[in-house]
């Protein structure tokens, strides 16, 4: 029995229980109305309804949760029930009239659809209705439905397997079209409950009251009470003899007895008729009474006997043979002497028990003798089973049997909501709040009870493994599909996952992690990962079409400024490709200095270095060879463009073949695979495109230069340092959700020198500060009229200073305003008085009075004036033209 299994109060904290805590229903009870409303969905299409009984609201919850919004939902129970939305309570005793008018009166004219009833008899408190039994309750339930429901609504009930049950369910068919019984895969299976659905109310005009009158209704109970009585003894004997095997009540519980514990004092032991009837019902004997107490400190009472009244359902032979002589000698010791006839016979029983266990025990050890060896192995065998049952129970928590929870498997009745049912879900979380081993253990439980299910557990536990495998594999398979669609989805949406992936590939082809440079360190890694990053998104762009005029300027100007002509070049290619062909021609001009420019920073010993033979392979000497190409491009699109002498751009086919080039070629798990076959043809063209296209445009690139350069390094160490731990990583048959992890997390140690992320820091730091190519232009502008400005007026100043008419104060005086003018950037703006001449000025000539500075004469008619003197001059030449 497991830990975490609460059996107190019917082990209460079953996996509805905590289902019910985590959805905020009130009651485990809840879901058996979403269970039996799954099967008959009754509340979905209900405007009203009345639940009689109902606290503490578990029920109403799930009515206001599945009937449509704004629908009457009526609450009644004995105990007041917490509000809940949406919904009218109050608390009244159903089988009392008030409880009637308390009813109508909140439905006014409408009539139900469905009324629920799960009412239980409050036994044992002092309600008065503890003299209804359960089936009365029912009764009177069923009267209020009747009362309130429409035609063709719905009622539904609990009831108790009792010997009622049969006339209850006679009556409900007197009354509805269908009616179900049907125990709802959340009730427990030690209650008798069930319940009745009972559908189509014929609403007849008439009803005949006896229906209602439990007299009537259970009139044939108390003739078949000695019939029952008989059954009862038969069944406790059954229970005392053989207490080992369980013995289904199907009879039905007693009336208003609906547990299955039952305490007996010791006076009723000792002085009832049917002392075997009584072991066979009852639990435990009490010694409570002063009397009993007396009888528990005689020396009769032996240990063993006191410890058998403890319990005793599980008396052996020999424990009931004691407890009957004790209550033998007890009788005879307190003189129940009128009695010692049954006592007597009740000994002889007892004999002939025994004389029968005697039998029994030849036979049984006859056939343990036969059949020893078998009967040891299949309960090993069984124990075996049960053991992985319950590990796979645990892992799966998917019950082994379906139908021990039933329809919820696929239960839909949420609403589309995740499936409370689906245990694949809500094993998971259950897991995650530590209640898979609750679940697994009262599963556990509740496989024990049920001991004669044990024999032919086999083959449903290898049904299971075998179920189990498969589902393990179609989880997997369908996991993997899950992450590829995820992936897909990323791919499509995140632009900053496809330069992630960009990113990826590209390091995934370069694999190179030869140079140990000593004064590496974690940050220039991480520098060189920023920095690679900006190559990785102009790529990513430049396949996504994204490519601007903005990009390419700062593309123009990177390759002004760059000391690393071969890398950037491929770059442009593809971008003046892209733009339309105007602009291409344009961006051929622009590319034209920078080649020319670009050879420039390589000192003179890097030239040296990479024009031997060495590099001719590696792409690192194309500064000469793409001379030449370009050399060769030139005479083909000579007569295209005009403007320009130089041409680095091929058309045609050709062209396209270059374009190709520069494209980033997709992953391919066996260029990581093969890519130290020595053989394989594409090697080297994958190399020299990874080359061509990174160059020294990233640290690790201009580490290795460097290392070269400085001959630190020779080109066989190098390729020998190609072989690392890294390199044998093969990637066959590893999910890809892995990879992806080992892609993140799983990095080679890439030695990066300082200098060169510097260089490269320096790099962009200079792209950045550069403007762009208008704003550049129109400074130039400004500059170049600064400088004339100051040229002019450097020529007046020099006029002046010849000047011979003028004292050489009076000459400084007029060169300093020159200056000042010339150097000075803000051009004075010469203010023109308007003049209008009005009345007697009209017509005059000269500067108007009071009027300082430069002016305009103007007329307050001129304007329309002058213009109707042109039309009258231009229609007089006309005239005189013809
Ligand atoms: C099992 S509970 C109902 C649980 C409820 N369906 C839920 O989901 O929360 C049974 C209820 O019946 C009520 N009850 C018993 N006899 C009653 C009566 N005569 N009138 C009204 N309520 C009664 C009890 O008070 C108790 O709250």
Redesign the pocket.
């Known amino acids: 029995m497991g830990k975490a299994q609460k059996k107190t109060g019917k082990g209460r904290l079953d996996k509805y229980y905590k289902l019910a805590k985590e959805q905020g229903y ?2 485990r ?2 879901f058996k ?1 979403i269970q039996l409303n799954k099967k008959y969905n009754f509340l979905e299409n209900a405007r009203c309804c009345i ?10 919850q799930v009515a206001s949760k599945y009937m449509p919004v704004n629908s009457v939902i009526v609450g ?4 007041p029930i917490k509000p809940i939305p949406r919904v009218a309570t109050f608390a ?4 009392t009239p008030l ?1 009637r008018n308390l009813i109508r009166g909140e439905l006014k004219d409408w009539k139900a659809d469905v009324v629920l009833h ?5 036994v044992g408190t002092a ?1 008065v ?1 503890d003299a ?1 039994s359960q089936s009365e ?1 029912v009764l ?1 339930s069923m009267k209020l439905a009747v009362e309130f429901l429409m035609k063709g609504g719905t009622f539904v009930t609990k009831v108790f397997r009792s010997a009622d049950y049969n006339n209850l369910i006679w009556v409900f068919n007197q009354l509805f079209g269908k009616v179900e019984a049907t125990k709802p895969p959340s009730s427990r299976n030690v209650s008798a409950e069930i319940f009745v659905v009972c559908r189509d109310f014929l609403a007849p005009k008439h009803i005949d009251p006896k229906f209602f009158d439990p007299k009537h209704v259970f009139k044939d109970l108390s003739a078949s009470t000695s019939l029952e009585g008989d059954k009862v003894a038969a069944n406790a004997q059954a229970n005392v003899f053989q207490p080992e095997k369980k013995r289904r009540k199907r009879d039905g519980y007693d009336e208003g007895d609906y547990t299955l514990f039952k305490k007996a004092n010791a006076a009723d032991f000792i002085r009832c008729q049917d002392a075997v009837s009584f072991l066979g019902t009852v639990n435990q004997i009490a010694f409570e009474t002063e009397e009993e107490k007396e009888w528990l400190a005689m020396d009769i009472t032996t240990e063993d006997v006191k410890e058998n009244c403890r319990d005793l359902k599980v008396l052996g032979k020999g424990d009931f043979k004691a407890l009957m002589k004790w209550r033998t000698t007890l009788r005879e010791e307190i003189g129940l002497e009128v009695k010692t006839k049954a006592t007597e016979e009740l000994t002889e029983t007892v004999e002939i028990t025994e004389e029968v266990d005697e039998e029994t025990q030849i036979s049984d050890e006859l056939e343990r003798l036969n059949a020893e060896a078998a009967a040891r192995a299949k309960r090993e065998r069984r124990r075996a089973n049960e053991l992985k049952t319950r590990t796979i129970q645990r892992m799966q928590l998917q019950m082994t049997a379906p139908m021990d929870i039933g329809m919820e498997q696929h239960d839909q009745s949420l609403h589309g909501q995740e499936d409370i049912f689906d245990l694949e879900h809500t094993a998971k979380g259950l897991k995650k709040k530590g209640g898979l081993s609750a679940l697994a253990d009262e599963d556990d439980a509740e496989s024990s009870d049920d001991e004669a299910g044990g024999e032919d557990s086999d083959d449903e536990v290898l049904d299971t493994e075998d179920e189990r495998e498969r589902k393990v594999h179609g989880l997997e398979a369908e996991l993997d599909g899950l992450y590829d669609a995820y992936q897909e989805r990323m791919k499509e949406r995140d632009a900053k996952y496809k330069v992630k992936e960009a990113r990826k590939n590209s390091k995934d082809r370069e694999e190179w992690a030869g140079i140990q440079k000593k004064d590496s360190d974690d940050e220039d890694s991480d520098e060189e990962e920023e920095e690679g990053g900006y190559h990785v998104m102009q790529r990513a762009k430049e396949r996504a079409g994204e490519s601007s005029d903005e990009d390419s300027d700062m593309d123009s100007d990177a390759e002004e400024d760059s000391g690393f002509e071969t890398t950037s070049r491929p770059a442009k290619r593809v971008r003046t490709d892209a733009v339309g062909a105007g602009q291409r021609k344009k961006a051929r001009v622009d590319v034209a200095p920078s080649s020319a420019k670009g050879k420039e920073p390589l000192s003179r010993n890097a030239q040296v270095w990479f024009s031997q033979g060495l590099f001719k392979d590696t792409g690192l000497s194309d500064v000469e060879d793409e001379e030449e190409e370009e050399a060769e491009g030139s005479d083909v699109d000579m007569d295209n463009d005009e403007d320009s002498g130089v041409d680095v751009q091929e058309d045609g086919p050709s062209a396209s073949e270059n374009e190709d080039d520069f494209e980033i070629v997709p992953q391919d798990e066996e260029v990581d695979v093969d890519m130290w076959d020595v053989e394989g043809e594409n090697e080297d063209e994958i190399k020299q495109e990874v080359i061509r296209k990174h160059g020294l445009t990233t640290a690790e690139a201009v580490t290795l230069a460097q290392e070269l350069v400085n001959q630190r390094k020779t080109r066989t160490e190098l390729v020998n340092e190609g072989f690392n731990r890294y390199s044998l990583n093969a990637k066959d048959g590893l999910p890809s959700w892995f990879l992806d992890d080992e892609q993140r997390h799983y990095k080679a140690n890439i030695p990066v020198t300082k200098e060169a992320v510097a260089a490269l820091r320096a790099k962009m730091r200079a792209l950045d500060a550069r403007p762009i190519k208008k704003v550049a232009e129109a400074k130039a502008r400004k500059k170049m009229k600064a400088a004339q400005r100051f040229e002019k007026a450097l020529k007046k100043a020099e006029g002046v200073t010849e000047m011979s008419d003028m004292t050489e104060r009076e000459k400084a005086k007029q060169v300093e305003k020159l200056m000042a003018k010339g150097t000075s950037t803000k051009k004075e703006k010469k203010e023109i008085k308007v003049v209008v001449a009005k009345g007697a000025h009209k017509g005059l000539k000269g500067r108007p009075k009071g009027v300082k500075g430069r002016y305009v004469m103007v007329d307050s008619r001129m304007k329309k004036e002058v213009r109707a003197q042109k039309r009258k001059d231009k229609a007089q030449k006309k005239r005189k033209r013809n």
């Open positions: 009130r009651a009870s809840a109305l639940d009689l009984c109902a606290a503490p609201g578990g029920w109403l009644v129970d004995l105990v009244c005793d159903i089988t409880c799960d009412g239980a008899p409050n309600w209705q209804y309750l009177m």
